[in-house]
């Protein structure tokens, strides 16, 4: 495959796993300015996690430092609102 074209696409999906798991900030912050959780669904967010986690072994299996490294990230992030959820839960 061309040099570049390798480099562009190896860019993008770095960029993008960063960008996946900035998208769970705005949901932590918004649980976390109102205290409510209600309407968040426990299972979506858990099952998020455990994805995540599943993907960070598979890339340590596999050596692959930019989809662990994003996947970590999302996992902390994605584990912030699971984390919220639980606690606003039933407040």
């Keep these: 495959m061309n040099y570049y074209l390798n480099y562009f696409i190896?860019?993008?999906f770095g960029a993008g796993l960063f960008i996946n798991a900035?998208?769970?900030i705005p949901q932590?912050?918004?649980i976390y300015r109102t205290k409510d959780s209600q309407g968040q669904s426990l299972l979506t967010?858990?099952?998020?996690n455990v994805i995540q986690l599943f993907t960070i072994f598979h890339a340590c299996i596999?050596?692959?430092h930019i989809l662990l490294w994003g996947y970590l990230l999302?996992?902390?992030?994605?584990?912030?609102v699971?984390?919220?959820?639980i606690y606003y839960r039933d407040r």
Aim: aromatic letters at 14%; hydrophobic letters at 60%.
């Design 82 to 85: 699971t984390a919220l959820i």
């Design 62 to 64: 596999h050596d692959d």
């Design 45 to 48: 967010f858990a099952g998020f």
């Design 10 to 12: 190896e860019f993008v």
């Design 22 to 24: 900035l998208l769970f």
């Design 28 to 30: 932590a912050l918004e």
């Design 74 to 80: 999302s996992l902390l992030t994605c584990g912030a």
